[in-house]
């Protein structure tokens, strides 16, 4: 059982490294290639099903205004990570006018529901925010992060399960062990990464052009909206709270300086080659 709990503790601590972006030390365990093949693949068949039911938007003025808005971010975002260049970049308009909610995956899948767009109304630099956020989430590699939470949860669950014994509340105990990780080891770090991908977020949409105030009346309109039967999704997985407004009026002055200099209303400035509708891939800079 020791020998099992020092390998255990020696492959959590070998998974540990710093994120390039925003210096946090991160638990690795899971690689971005494996999870980028894995979020491939949950997309293709989340989409397809999507496709098949009917719920893929084909709004055409709709999905110009998103792949407008998430193209200049992307043109930002290989800037942090000039690898990402070469991401499928994807991004679909989801039609579920119930569900208020925008995500992006390792590998850059990225989807917008129309709930968000029918309940907040945003502008275009709010819908900035709301993308940017979520890319930022890939480019810091959150989600490799997240799996591997969940990996070390399982990890010490078992190791805590074989030092109870196979007695009959064994089972309890896992259960108990796994709630204690969720609370002092992924809600820390799950709130750390909001407050990275806020502030690079923010960072990221500030040197696209889009206004860094708009991250502040987002959050304005999502609060006022939380009220009706709307699943309000994105904020379940994004709390506010006093700490994170104050934390993102801080982001906004620092993002300014970048917004000031910035080209508004810029076209990007890479070449986008299309190999599916609403798929990018990034050409070498001219």
Request: with cysteine.
């Amino acid at each position: 059982m020791r020998l099992f709990t020092a390998l255990a503790l020696f492959a959590l601590l070998a998974g540990c490294a710093a994120n390039p972006i925003s210096g946090r030390n991160q638990l690795l365990l899971v690689s971005e290639e494996s999870a980028i093949a894995d979020s491939i693949q949950a997309y293709q068949g989340m989409v397809g099903k999507l496709e098949k039911d009917g719920k893929i938007s084909h709004d055409a003025q709709l999905n110009a205004r998103i792949q407008r808005i998430t193209d200049r971010l992307i043109d930002q975002a290989v800037l942090y990570r000039p690898e990402t260049r070469d991401w499928a970049w994807s991004v679909k308009v989801i039609d579920d006018p119930k569900t208020v909610n925008a995500w992006c995956m390792p590998g850059g899948k990225m989807a917008i529901y129309t709930g968000l767009i029918e309940k907040i109304k945003p502008s275009d630099d709010e819908l900035a925010q709301v993308m940017g956020h979520e890319i930022s989430h890939a480019l810091l590699k959150h989600g490799a992060e997240k799996m591997s939470m969940q990996m070390a949860a399982g990890v010490a669950a078992i190791a805590i399960g074989v030092a109870g014994g196979s007695s009959k509340d064994s089972g309890r105990r896992q259960t108990g062990a796994e709630l204690a990780l969720l609370g002092l080891v992924l809600l820390p770090n799950s709130r750390g990464a909001e407050s990275e991908a806020d502030r690079i977020g923010l960072e990221l949409a500030a040197r696209a052009g889009f206004h860094p105030h708009a991250a502040v009346t987002l959050w304005e309109k999502m609060a006022q909206a939380n009220g009706d039967k709307t699943r309000f999704d994105w904020l379940s997985t994004h709390p506010s709270s006093p700490k994170r407004l104050e934390e993102l009026a801080t982001h906004e002055f620092d993002a300014r300086a970048f917004y000031d200099v910035a080209p508004k209303h810029q076209e990007p400035s890479r070449a986008w080659t299309s190999t599916s509708p609403n798929e990018r891939l990034v050409s070498p800079a001219r």
